[in-house]
């Protein structure tokens, strides 16, 4: 029987064509048409928007002099790319873990964290040109159209932001689209446009397959993972794709341009960086986390990862479901101590097992049992303590799955009671760990270099640093970085 299609029908086919149609539209940086639900006007909104965003969850680092370096390379390179007319903008985030990311719309982020690790402007190029790369290519843009193409959600960053529902991270969906992970095809085109970019430029395409490398070590030495996802966790394998991209390096060395490596000019902007965490949003010192600004200190158990985020801190017990995390109650619900902590624990869903009042270390507490179930873990306990500290209440909280909780509660219970206030000198005598400069002597060796200056890193972490082995030995009369205590 022959079927006949309605004129409505035949319209919304039309239209569905001519949608699909539409999508697909040519990259910039390869001229192929792709499929992409995102018109250039709403990337640059999406940026516009995950801008502010971003800075306030991550903070901005407070150096006009190494913010207006960077800047200046990220323009120059901007200018030689297939999109020169986006408001390109450059910032460095205030954040410890290893990263570089971009948004739709020309947005590019450093973390302070990555820039030790980078050994010349050359390097610091060759990220720049990747991530350049990630936005003239439209590769966030299209991954953003894939997922809504095929009704996922967004596989997004856990940003914690305080609330009066804790243990719930909050992220939103532009934030989402700066940690979608790139695919290997993706990462080699980025790859090979940051060692275009860099040339054209008049940097050394080398720095590229560098700092690949220096990055590939620090993932085999386990390196530095706190805070927001590292390039490890949102790149696929920088070892991998040294090789891959030799080629590209090979033929614009071959083409006999003058290329600079700039290292020394790279040391001198990076000397004084601080590594690792800002005191101004607390600081880890072993177990310890302090908090010079807030005043108070406290101890997790021992082996435990400690995170330090911008508004909380989390503890995870290794191998096991257990945490601890430390955040501040933002809109407390209450007349007392006791009603903020049973009000923010049943808006939250849990329901009180116990609850006393108390007081540590001449801090007034209220400690409390609860149960309930989180999303992962099922049924759980946590172990809370609220605390009326300064002008502010704080949530001190341990988390374990129900059967699980008798064997920890022991070490939540000591954390708990570790807490206590700073005085004004203890503060001020907190500082940040800074990156120095150091010129290798004979008879340096990695771990003689840490314990001289106060084994505030890993040697293996320190060779990594300076584009060496671990296995290595430090050349003598090299300037290299080091990373000194505060």
Known sequence: MRTSFSLSSRLLFATSLLAIVAACATNP??????????????????????????????????????VAYVRGIGEKMARI????TLQW??????????NAFAVPGGFIYFTRGILPFLNSEAELAGVMGHEIGHVTARHSAQQYSR????????????????????FEGLSAQALGVVFLKYGRDDERQADQLGVRYAGAAGWDPAGVPGMLNTLGRLDEAQGDRRGVPNWLSTHPAPLERVAE???AVAALKASGSTFSTNRDEYLRHIDGVIY???PEQGIVRGTSFLHPRLRFRLEFPDGWNIQNGTTQVTAKAPGADSTMLLEVVQEPNGRTLDEVAVNQ???????AVSGERTVISGVDAYLGVYQGTLQNLGAVRIRTAHLAHGTSYYLLAGIAKADAFPQVDDAF?????????LSAAEAAGIGPNRVDLYVVRAGDTWAGIVERTGRVIPAATLAIMNNAAPTSTPEVGTRIKIVVGG
Do not use: C, H
Request: hydrophobic fraction near 40%; glycine fraction near 8%.
């Open 29 to 66: 940086a390869t001229g192929r048409r792709e499929f992409n639900l995102m018109s250039e006007a709403q990337e640059v909104a999406l940026g516009q928007e995950s801008d502010p965003q971003i800075r306030k969850e991550m903070g901005v680092y407070d150096d006009a002099a190494l």
């Open 81 to 84: 790319s297939e999109r020169p």
């Open 89 to 98: 903008r450059f910032t460095i985030v205030d954040q410890p873990a290893i």
């Open 147 to 166: 997922s809504l193409g095929a009704q996922f959600g967004l596989a997004t960053l856990g940003v914690f932001v305080p609330s009066t529902r804790p």
């Open 245 to 247: 991209v030799q080629p």
């Open 276 to 278: 690792g965490d800002n």
């Open 345 to 351: 624990m049943r808006a939250a869903g849990f329901r």
């Open 413 to 421: 219970v000591r954390a708990i009671r570790s807490f206590r206030s």
